[in-house]
């Protein structure tokens, strides 16, 4: 793994993203992109940092409940300001709000998605012509 230059990382990244972009899939963890391309976890929680300030993708956190483990709460990690408990729809248990026990998970941008449907559409044309 460490014989792979940062293009090759970076090509191995953008091609698991392009086939999540042209999904089904609306959200996903960094450790889904780890498991198809293969690296290291680490180098694909910063080569997504980096992407998430090129507003390419959004980092949420989302907040599972303590009792029965469902997702109880998804939101943008800037609009936590005034959240002190939720309640679980699911089961009913109160769980106190803790930001470190969140779970990154990752939405690509809707301009980053058709920019994938645009190339799409541009390689058919060049293959066809």
């Keep these: 793994m460490s014989n792979l230059k940062p293009w090759e990382i970076s090509q191995k990244i953008d091609n698991a993203l392009q086939a999540i972009a042209i999904s089904e899939i609306s959200k996903f963890y960094h ?3 780890a498991k198809i391309t293969n690296l290291p976890l680490g180098v694909v929680i910063d080569k997504l ?3 998430e300030k090129q507003e390419a993708l959004v980092i ?3 907040f599972h409940c303590e009792e029965c483990s469902r997702s109880i709460l998804t939101a943008n990690k ?3 300001g005034n959240i002190d408990s ?3 729809k699911y089961c009913g248990t109160e769980n106190c709000f803790d930001p470190l026990n969140a779970i990154p998970i990752i939405e690509l941008s809707e301009d980053f ?3 994938f ?3 799409k559409i541009i390689t058919k ?3 066809s012509g």
């Design 31 to 33: 450790s889904y992109i």
């Design 86 to 88: 939720i309640t679980c």
């Design 117 to 119: 449907s645009k190339k």
């Design 125 to 127: 044309g060049l293959m």
């Design 60 to 62: 949420k956190l989302e």
């Design 49 to 51: 940092a980096e992407l």
């Design 113 to 115: 998605k058709q920019s």
């Design 78 to 80: 800037y609009d936590l």
